[in-house]
């Protein structure tokens, strides 16, 4: 017989979305769920490219853009809460100005990639009836951008006693 699930006891005050919610019952698993969704969002991206790659003849210089894109992802993502805070962090070459930066460089790339998608995906290969090459490039890129907002504000602070 399997365990009790998170919610099973019907909480109240967890309406949906587990934000204030007063239970406990999902804080324990939060950076284990945020961590899984965002890796099989980055993966399903990646597969999109490849899918197309193969099959609809994506251009090569077309796939630097997932690349650039999986790029800001490690930018974003290896900059801590506690850095950004700037009460704990001090090391470094210019401290929580240095993260705060490193960490606007991260989100430039990203959103770089993802409207240099959108471009590529409207004027490279729908206009010329690729449909599916177009569309997986922007899937790709959306879905490396969702994954790298999971992963970074969907995780917990080591603070709370979640890792």
Same mark, same amino acid.
């Given at each position: 017989?399997?365990?009790?699930?998170?919610?099973?006891?019907?909480?109240?005050?967890?309406?949906?979305?587990?934000?204030?919610?007063?239970?406990?019952?999902?804080?324990? /698993?939060?950076?284990?769920?945020?961590?899984?969704?965002?890796?099989?969002?980055?993966?399903?991206?990646?597969? *999109?490219?490849?899918?197309?790659?193969?099959?609809?003849? %994506?251009?090569?210089?077309?796939?630097?853009?997932?690349?650039?894109?999986?790029?800001?992802?490690?930018? %974003?993502?290896?900059?801590?809460?506690?850095? =950004?805070?700037? @009460?704990?962090?001090?090391?470094?070459?210019?401290?929580?100005?240095?993260?705060?930066?490193?960490?606007? *460089?991260? =989100?430039?790339?990203? *959103?770089?990639? =993802?409207?240099?998608?959108?471009?590529?995906?409207?004027?490279?290969?729908?206009?010329?009836?690729?449909? /599916?090459?177009?569309?997986?490039?922007?899937?790709? @890129?959306? =879905?490396?951008?969702?994954?790298?907002?999971? *992963?970074?504000?969907?995780?917990?602070?080591?603070? @709370?006693? /979640?890792?």
């Amino acid at each position: 017989m399997s365990s009790a699930g998170c919610c099973d006891d019907g909480c109240s005050s967890c309406d949906g979305c587990f934000e204030g919610c007063e239970c406990g019952c999902f804080g324990e /698993y939060r950076n284990q769920v945020a961590s899984v969704t965002s890796g099989l969002l980055f993966a399903l991206g990646w597969w *999109f490219l490849i899918d197309a790659s193969v099959n609809a003849d %994506v251009q090569d210089k077309h796939q630097a853009i997932g690349v650039m894109s999986t790029i800001g992802l490690f930018m %974003v993502n290896a900059i801590s809460g506690e850095m =950004l805070e700037g @009460n704990m962090y001090s090391d470094g070459c210019l401290g929580s100005t240095g993260a705060r930066v490193w960490l606007l *460089f991260g =989100l430039v790339i990203s *959103f770089g990639s =993802l409207i240099s998608a959108i471009w590529v995906m409207v004027d490279q290969y729908i206009n010329h009836g690729q449909d /599916y090459a177009g569309a997986a490039v922007f899937l790709q @890129n959306c =879905l490396i951008f969702i994954s790298s907002v999971i *992963f970074k504000f969907g995780r917990g602070d080591s603070s @709370n006693g /979640y890792f």
